[in-house]
């Protein structure tokens, strides 16, 4: 009898659920074992919180000289460089100069930061200084004080790599939900597509819609979870890489698409580039789908949605 084993884990600094559909709850245990320990793995690669973690050897590295990484995380910049140039910016993982210093999202944040000392910061963030070099496997951040994290990217590639694992283990089907960020193949055990519902912005707690899926990653921005109000303005977490401002306007963005570390690098861009700017990107990739709901709860959705 096939049955649903769910786990909840703190991974990353996000509460993941990984779910596999199994016979046996002791096969089911091992199978969301060795994703965790994967996920665990790619954190340990990811993390700027550990001084010796790749990411800090190439920030700390930054304007003196180029750094040799492991292929999984040079061609992980490589594809953030790429969804770069496709969002036109508006998706940057150089966006490091300008996040803690400035924008702690705790609510004693009680004015916005200094415009001129943004400005001065944003010189920063530009991934056309990230410069790769196949050949020697390196990366060299152009401008000494540049630094790269992977806030925008690392949750969905996670949830992908585990994704891999748990099917090369023989998994047939299952969700792997990195804090929203979620990808899923096969169906539920009773053999029915899983379904995903789409969060109603005002009430986190109540989706407003609900989609069949399978195979499918999707992937929520909003600002109902992280923001500040300043002078009765709601200002977002997501960070506008080109004005170094949060965002405002758009309180949730869904995207869906086959693959998870897309769609979660392409939530960010679609919720700061303006709703028509985005929805017309959207259209034009192929396999990408976006739900946006704006502060007046106006719904928008790319031209291949059909909300139930």
Not at 112 to 133: A, C, F, G, R, T
Not at 145 to 170: P, S, T, V
Request: charged letters at 20%; hydrophobic letters at 40%.
């Amino acid at each position: 009898m096939l049955k649903e084993f769910k786990r909840p884990q703190k991974l990353m600094g996000n509460a993941f659920e990984i779910t596999v559909v199994d016979e046996n709850e002791t096969s089911a245990n091992r199978h969301i074992d060795a994703a965790i320990e994967e996920i665990r793995r790619i954190e340990r690669l990811l993390t700027t919180f550990n001084e010796e973690s790749q990411t800090n050897v190439i920030n700390r590295n930054a304007g003196i000289q180029p750094v040799k990484v492991d292929a999984e995380i040079f061609d992980l910049i490589e594809r953030s460089i790429r969804i770069s140039k496709i969002t036109d910016g508006y998706f940057d993982i150089s966006y490091g100069g300008i996040d803690k210093s400035f924008w702690n999202f705790d609510r004693e944040m009680q004015e916005l930061p200094n415009p001129e000392l943004i400005k001065s910061h944003l010189k920063l963030v530009n991934y056309q200084n990230i410069i790769l070099n196949r050949t020697n496997q390196t990366v060299f951040l152009k401008e000494k004080g540049m630094r790269i994290g992977f806030g925008g990217i690392g949750k969905g590639y996670a949830a992908e790599m585990a994704k891999r694992i748990l099917q090369q283990r023989g998994v047939v089907s299952g969700i792997v939900n990195a804090s929203g960020d979620l990808t899923t193949w096969g169906n539920q055990a009773n053999g029915k597509p899983w379904t995903v519902g789409i969060a109603d912005p005002d009430n986190s707690k109540q989706p407003f819609s609900y989609m069949n899926i399978t195979d499918m990653a999707v992937a929520t921005s909003g600002n109902y979870e992280k923001f500040v109000v300043i002078n009765g303005k709601k200002y977002s977490h997501t960070i506008n890489p080109k004005t170094g401002m949060p965002v405002s306007g758009v309180k949730s963005v869904t995207i869906f698409c086959p693959n998870a570390e897309i769609a979660d690098a392409m939530a960010t861009p679609v919720s700061i580039m303006g709703i028509d700017a985005a929805l017309n990107m959207v259209n034009q990739i192929n396999h990408l789908e976006c739900v946006i709901i704006d502060d007046n709860n106006k719904i928008y959705s790319s031209q291949n949605i059909n909300l139930k």
